[in-house]
């Protein structure tokens, strides 16, 4: 049994209603974490998870154990952190993190760039949809670089690139919708009118889909989530194809069928804002901190170049 997958089971617990739900989460089938979650309660002679309750809990021996694996794997980290000064350069990897809404392009430009400046460094990268797992994995030192979301915490180092803008998309099929036109100015009055129609929901651990619940929450609006689904560009398709209204980033909109009937409204950043950029661990080795500078200045090139950002 790996105590790694155990780990991540754990945690992931803490916000899902069955154990299916963690199985979903981690991709995973239910059956394989049940197994794992057996032989650990069999080794350790403890039940770790309340199944017969909805929604499940880690009991206190549950969270005994996730918290003594933590520091496990913590002190681990730090090990090899230690000892990768003592081993050959070329075998070491920066693994970077990263958040689904990352374009494809942007890897193509900006990793050949990493390689060519640092030749013995190779890279391994990890997508994560959920910002509680991109915490985590950040914090227990699973990846040296998150490129996303910006991640709070104490020990946590932001690199900040821009506050992408917000749009609400409107499909032909909304009531609100109108016609001929694809930007719609926005209003009080139309962010109440949709909040009645369905919505098309990021998955509730989707750190931008809280943004958005956040908004609506201090606007004193409750919103029909008739689907969730843990995919920006799906959510994004299911809206436009009809299926009711959604929220999403600028930069997932030229992708788009232009022949598509909707509109697209921008909401205010004095309304809503998100910081996005890199974030990096305090005790992260000299190496991930001097490729985390490079990138932050490769990806603020690219964001004036397409007139995101200026210069």
Known sequence: MKQD??????????????VSDIARKLFLSQPYVSQVLSKAEK?????????RTLPIELTEAGRTLCD???KLHSDQMKIEQDLRRFTEEEQSYIKIGFSPIWAPGESRKIIPVLQKQFETTRFELIKTFSIDS???????????????????GENLKNFFLFQPRIFLIIPETSKLY??????????????????EEKMV???????????????????????NK??????YEVALQMAVGGLGWTATLEYMLPDLDPDLKYNQVELPRTLIQSDNGL??????????????????RLMKDDLVARKLIKE
């Open 5 to 18: 997958v155990l780990y991540q089971i754990l945690t992931t617990a803490e916000d899902c209603q069955t």
């Open 43 to 51: 080794k350790y002679n403890v039940v770790l998870l309340e199944r």
């Open 68 to 70: 003594g694996l933590a």
């Open 134 to 152: 991109a915490k985590r994995l950040i914090d227990n030192r699973m990846v040296d670089i998150y490129l996303g979301p910006l991640l709070r």
């Open 178 to 195: 109108q016609e001929g036109k694809r930007d719609v100015q926005f209003s009080q009055q139309l962010l109440m009118d949709l909040s």
């Open 201 to 223: 929901s990021l998955s509730d651990d989707s750190g931008f889909q809280k943004t958005v619940d956040h908004l609506l929450e201090d606007q004193n609006l409750s919103v």
């Open 226 to 231: 008739s689907i969730k689904v843990n995919d």
């Open 279 to 296: 974030t990096i661990h305090m005790d992260s080795n000299d190496r991930a901190k001097e490729v985390a500078q490079v990138m932050t």
